[in-house]
């Protein structure tokens, strides 16, 4: 079998494809092990189930770097201590920027909660319910300087439930946790 790829997960939220990853590494259903956690969010609920999974976290506040480019940096170097080879954002909310692009050039990917290229950014759950679609979904793409246009790699059709935002969000997470582990194997395995 081959070795396991070392991968840095990004997330600031309430982490549950981050905790899938996790799980699925430990199981070995995943040929991957997560080397760091990083996360923009200090009180993150991600960060209670890293340390619960004996993840090393590292917490690193924009506000407290003068550039973009300084906050990358430091990212970076935690990146390279702890040997990351690939980047998964898993609900990271921010941008990512020229330093960790040009680090890690077509190896950062992300999941997204529609049918790209519909319903980019924020809360796209909400704004494909408010739109009236019947059917959204989730996409596992490589991340370039846009917001949620790099290279789609996977999709998946999700009904919209009832018209509803929590049910609707509920059966994408679902689908996600499964999406993202399936697509990860097999860009590791290339
Ligand atoms: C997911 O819906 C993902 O697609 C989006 O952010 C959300 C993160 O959820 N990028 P969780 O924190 O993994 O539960």
């Excluded at 290279?151 to 059966?171: F, Y």
Aim: proline share 5%; glycine share 8%; aromatic share 6%.
């Amino acid at each position: 079998m081959n070795q396991k790829m070392k991968i840095a997960v990004f997330a600031s939220g309430s982490g549950s494809n981050f905790a899938a990853i996790e799980e699925a590494c430990r199981t070995g259903e995943l040929n991957a092990e997560i080397v760091l956690m990083v996360t923009n969010k200090p009180d993150a609920f991600v960060v209670e189930r890293a340390e619960k999974g004996s993840i090393p976290v590292a917490t690193f506040r924009p506000k407290d770097f003068e550039t973009k480019d300084a906050y990358e940096e430091s990212i970076l170097h935690a990146l390279q201590e702890a040997g990351a080879e690939w980047l998964v954002l898993a609900g990271y909310m921010r941008l990512v920027g020229p330093v960790l692009l040009t680090a890690y050039p077509s190896r950062i990917v992300n999941i997204h909660p529609s049918l790209l290229p519909s319903f980019p950014g924020k809360d796209a759950i909400g704004k494909a319910v408010a739109h009236g679609v019947k059917v959204t979904g989730v996409t596992v793409h490589l991340v370039d300087e846009g917001m949620d246009t790099g290279q789609i790699l996977a999709q998946h059709a999700v009904r919209v439930v009832d018209g509803n935002p929590d049910k609707t969000a509920e059966a994408i997470h679902a689908v996600e946790h499964d999406l993202y582990k399936e697509t990860l194997n097999e860009l590791f395995s290339r």
